[in-house]
């Protein structure tokens, strides 16, 4: 079974396409191979936690991110359909402040692999959603951030229909100008 990879606006940020075997009975695919993982992104990782959240359409998660435990993220969708979208905040990158976003669906298989240094969220399309995602570190809710899910600076073009439907850490997001961003080693802190 192949795993194809695939760059998106920040090239950091891939799609990837596992191959997926479907007869009368239905399909097989795998979801995670180590193996396959590394000599289709040339990147080695770890994953330690594995995490299954389901969520209504209008659903707006993040842009959420760890200081001084950055978490690589491994997103797929087993129900529903998302906006998945990722946010450069590595000061010294080329790409730092921008974005790039994707749909990934139960129907598509797609993943998406979101490296450490990255801001994560995703927006709920269809009336549910289930999103696994595989962290190369521990959630710690001490060192967890929130970047503001509109920061004009960012522009996140989300494909909202309606109002988003945030929880309270997701309302009170600091915009990329007064957010705790990584530097080249460790994270940076920028003046608040």
Not at 59 to 79: D, E, I, S, T
Not at 81 to 105: C, M, Y
Request: net charge negative; hydrophobic share 40%.
């Amino acid at each position: 079974m192949t795993l194809t990879a695939t760059p998106t606006a920040l090239p950091d940020v891939l799609v990837l396409e596992p191959e997926v075997v479907s007869d009368q009975r239905g399909f097989f695919m795998e979801t995670f191979n180590a193996r396959k993982f590394e000599q289709a992104t040339g990147i080695r990782r770890t994953f330690v936690q594995d995490n299954h959240s389901c969520s209504a359409r209008n659903v707006l998660r993040g842009l959420h991110y760890q200081v001084c435990h950055p978490q690589g993220k491994l997103v797929r969708v087993v129900a529903g359909e998302i906006f998945d979208v990722a946010v450069d905040i590595r000061r010294e990158s080329p790409t730092f402040g921008k974005w790039a976003g994707l749909n990934i669906s139960a129907a598509n298989r797609k993943q998406l692999w979101i490296p450490e240094g990255f801001a994560h969220g995703f927006l709920v399309l269809s009336g549910h959603a289930e999103v696994l995602y595989k962290t190369t570190d521990y959630w710690y809710p001490e060192n967890e951030r929130t970047l503001l899910w509109n920061d004009p600076g960012i522009g996140v073009e989300w494909p909202l229909e309606g109002l988003a439907i945030l929880a309270p850490k997701d309302i009170a997001g600091r915009p990329l100008a007064q957010a705790e961003v990584f530097g080249p080693l460790a994270p940076r802190y920028s003046q608040f």
